[in-house]
């Protein structure tokens, strides 16, 4: 977040607002200088002038604050604005970035960007205004006596310096809020994922007790920052009471000298609090912008959207090689595979009891995991190796992937040009009679909260998915577990005629279906029948 994205977010918008805070500096300043002639006339005991000065006073102190509450109003949408197209761009980002956590994602986007808001975006505002009415009172200071424009200036580098003595502690302090905070998104995840085996098990002393360290630590750091951003506080605070009295004092022995009126005494004390209020905000912006320095710079790199090329598979992907592989945990548990070697077009069953591999080695093949030692490569038909976009291989994980919408977007994944070839893949997937259920057929709704569809229908739609994008190298984790050996029956009768390249992994194929592939590979603790 900067000031200079802020205003190219709405050019027109921005500069509106800037007018209206200068309106407001200058009816501000207005209104305090005033009180000089009404008190100056009122001494020399002409009453007219006097109330026709606190009457102008008084218009242009509401004239201040109708436009400082317009503008803090067409900030705010400013502000609101920015963050969004912050948080598009970040998004963008994860997109591209296929190494975040779901944890991480939520406190960039939510925690983080509310920090952002709340210590830069809304100081920032009092620190335009503030620095046109400084500029205004400067002007004035200068015409009532050089000497307390002098006083001001050094007054005023002392204040503006103060702030660098907490300048670390706060940074550090709301770095680690930041810190516990995606730690306790992470507990969240993690535990409430599993909600259903907790309830089933009665664990809830244990989930309770993980909750409550996640949010004591989360509970110690905002306190932590809130004790150095309060002391920091402090410490500007008193500088800046202190000189608003040694400027008032000085004030005071120059009229006693004769050399400002009475008025200009009372004046120069009213704006000597002005001066130090803003040098105040200041001092606070300053701590607050410093406070989210890390989170600032963490968001700027988020911020740079890294979209790689809408490029498709390697369309001359013919073989796939696997030697010397070797995937090791940071548990310690080491998996080592067989030589594999798969050419296009093969369809291969890969089996074997839990634990042996099967879905280490499918993550390993699209780059989600770094093998300890061994090498995937692809070739094309030449024989020459080849760099594939993974993610354009087709996979089919256990945990089947839906999205709020229609079982129609989510079989052609928001694409409309596929619509006319919907209907098609359906019905190659067992998923026609299924539809029948629903009213709305196609264009029902997939609701995540209720969950209305069985996990039979959620693995259709995306046999369904895979399909209607043509993938022609598919991965198949447990693909079926959840359908009905008939109908798995139906759809792998379609699916193996054609020439896509298929591994399929699953447990509890009978004969007549393992019959059906090309060849079984059977991983068994490191080993494997062919």
Known sequence: MSLKELFKSNKSRFSLIILLLLFVAFFNTAASYLFKP??????????????????????????????????????????????GSLRRKIVAHFYADKS?????????????????TDNYAMPLQTIIENSFTLFLII?????????????????????ILTPKIMEKATDEANKQVSLKNNQLLKTIDHWMSGMKELRRYNSFLALSKAMNIADHEFEKSNVKSAEATSFSLFISDFT???????????????????????????????????????????????????????????????????????????????????????VKYNHGEKIVYPEIKIKRGEK?????????????????ILGQIEPKEGQIIFKDSQGVQITPDLSKLGYIAQDSILFPGTIRDNITMFNSKLDK????????????????????????????DSDNLSGGQKQKVILARTQIH?????????????????????????????????????HNFDQQLRGMFDREIHLTGGYHDN
Not at 140 to 158: M, R, Y
Not at 348 to 364: E, M, P, Q
């Open 139 to 159: 002007g004035v200071l200068i015409q009532l006596n050089w000497s307390l424009l002098v006083l001001t200036v050094i007054f005023a580098l002392i204040n």
């Open 348 to 364: 291969v069953l890969l089996t074997g009891n839990s634990g042996t591999g099967k879905s280490t080695l499918f993550k390993a």
């Open 470 to 506: 043509h993938s022609q190298f598919i991965l198949m984790d447990e693909a079926t577990s959840a359908i009905d050996s008939d109908t798995t029956r139906k759809i792998l009768t379609k699916l193996l005629k054609t020439n896509i390249t298929l591994i399929l992994i699953a």
């Open 100 to 116: 975040e956590s779901v944890s991480d994602m939520q406190n960039d986007l939510s925690n983080n960007l509310d920090m952002l």
């Open 421 to 448: 070839e919907v209907k098609q893949v359906v019905e190659q997937v067992q998923l026609h009679k299924d539809l029948s259920k629903f009213p709305a057929g196609l264009s029902t709704c997939i609701d995540l």
């Open 240 to 326: 800046n009471i202190a000189s608003q009295i040694l400027l008032d004092l000085w004030a005071g022995f120059l009229f006693f000298q004769g050399r400002i009126s009475i008025g200009a005494a009372l004046v120069a004390g009213t704006f000597a609090s002005q001066i130090f209020n803003a040098l105040l905000v200041y001092e606070n912006a300053i701590i607050q912008f410093k406070s989210i320095k890390s989170i600032n710079e963490q968001v700027k790199k988020l911020e740079k959207i890294t979209l790689k090329s809408n490029k498709q598979l390697n369309p001359d992907l013919a073989e796939l090689t696997i030697t010397h592989l070797i």
């Open 38 to 83: 009404a008190t100056d006339y009122l001494a020399k005991g002409n009453l007219s002038i006097t109330v026709l000065s606190f009457i102008f006073m008084i218009l242009m102190g509401i004239l201040s604050v109708a436009l400082e509450s317009i503008a803090q109003t067409i900030y705010s949408r400013q502000v609101q604005e920015y963050v």
